[in-house]
């Protein structure tokens, strides 16, 4: 599931392939710049802001990027191409001129923008603990900011803390010992926060962590309570309770999360 360590992994595979290459080829599939060709420019580099991608190019512009759901990047050496079936789900292609083509497949959100309004469209996002501007502070106040709101709708917020999704958000509650529905003004925020922002930098940053919570890679074991509604909790055997569906489903334990 795309969440802000995701998309920072995406953006370390595209520095890699693209940065500082020029683009012999610059498409984007989509109907508002269908008519927009990047051909010619340099690729000055990708930055992320929680779950979007930022990819900066000569004379001032930026793709503005989010994957949500379902969206990908492939990256292709010379004289090869995503397969036949994919082709109808590509929305970006970028060809170097040293014939490394960047293919971004079913991304449902693709904007080009100039790189001094950026703001735009990430401004509104929060802090993000995978950016150099990390402010955990301005975060937890941003939490904090709704005292009666349920403590797991205030984390999966972008606008409080960008970069966690359902994951990690239920994750963070499980490992405080935090029942989702407990009001902000009832948990303590920092260590949460701290907790939070920790875990995603390990994801986003260990080859061999990605999105593994328990650190125990095992199928079936490698998170706490998300995908095991109905499993007994691998710390104390209480079955675990999943409610809601598939992307925003809520996982606890009701005896590790006492309820509030």
């Known amino acids: 599931m795309p969440e802000g360590d995701s998309v920072f992994r995406v953006a370390v595979r595209l520095r890699a392939a693209l940065d500082g290459a020029t683009l012999a080829a610059g498409e984007l599939r989509v109907p508002q710049h269908a008519r927009a060709d990047l051909a010619g420019r340099r690729v000055l580099g990708h930055d992320t ?3 979007h991608l930022l990819q900066r190019f000569s004379g001032g512009l930026t793709l503005h990027s989010h994957l949500r759901l379902d ?3 492939t990256v292709t050496r010379e004289g090869r191409a995503v397969p036949r079936r994919v082709q109808p789900d590509v929305r970006i292609r970028l060809a170097t001129t040293g014939g490394v083509t960047a293919w971004g497949v079913a991304i449902p959100i693709v904007e080009l923008v100039e790189t001094r309004q950026e703001a735009d469209v990430v401004g509104f996002l929060g802090p993000d603990p995978l950016r150099a501007d990390w402010d955990e502070a301005e975060a937890v106040r941003r939490v904090a900011s709704d005292p009666g709101r349920p403590v797991l709708e205030a984390l999966r917020d972008q606008r409080n803390l960008a970069g966690l999704g359902n994951l990690w958000v239920n994750e963070v509650c499980f490992l405080r010992g935090v029942h989702p529905d407990r009001p902000v003004r009832e948990v303590a925020l920092e260590p949460l926060v701290r907790l939070a922002a920790r875990m995603l930098l390990h994801s986003a940053t260990h080859p061999d962590a990605y999105q593994i919570t328990t650190g125990d890679r095992r199928r079936g074991s490698t998170h706490w309570v998300v995908g095991r509604a109905s ?3 691998l710390r104390c055997g209480t ?9 925003g489903r809520t996982y606890w334990c009701p005896h590790c999360q006492p309820p509030p």
Do not use: M
Not at 240 to 245: D, L, M, Q, S, T
């Open 49 to 51: 802001w929680g779950k």
């Open 239 to 247: 079955l675990v309770v999943g409610r809601g569906v598939h992307p």
């Open 71 to 73: 969206g990908t990047w």
């Open 231 to 233: 499993r007994p909790c």
